[in-house]
């Protein structure tokens, strides 16, 4: 094999295998997301089946979405008072 064709194949596999680590991240954030939607919503009533790492990241998960609501909230509350009566 020439020294071109090996550089060329290291590098499409370097790129795919980028590309998997970027899929399978984005993959665990729609499981974590799913996760909390299903918390949520009602669909599921416990955590039994999950792994410690999916728990802590689930954990994450919500205190990251209540700092942004809480966030959310106090934006609408300023603009409420800011609004001239």
């Given at each position: 094999?020439?020294?071109?064709?090996?550089?060329?194949?290291?590098?499409?596999?370097?790129?795919?295998?980028?590309?998997?680590?970027?899929?399978?991240?984005?993959?665990?954030?729609?499981?974590?997301?799913?996760?909390?939607?299903?918390?949520?919503?009602?669909?599921?009533?416990?955590?039994?089946?999950?792994?410690?790492?999916?728990?802590?990241?689930?954990?994450?998960?919500?205190?990251?979405?209540?700092?942004?609501?809480?966030?959310?909230?106090?934006?609408?509350?300023?603009?409420?008072?800011?609004?001239?009566t």
């Amino acid at each position: 094999m020439l020294d071109d064709e090996k550089t060329i194949l290291e590098q499409q596999l370097a790129a795919g295998t980028a590309r998997l680590e970027e899929l399978r991240r984005k993959n665990r954030e729609l499981e974590i997301k799913l996760i909390v939607c299903d918390l949520m919503s009602g669909r599921r009533n416990n955590l039994d089946d999950l792994t410690v790492d999916i728990l802590q990241d689930v954990q994450m998960a919500i205190v990251k979405y209540r700092l942004e609501i809480r966030k959310r909230i106090r934006e609408l509350r300023s603009m409420d008072y800011s609004k001239p009566t």
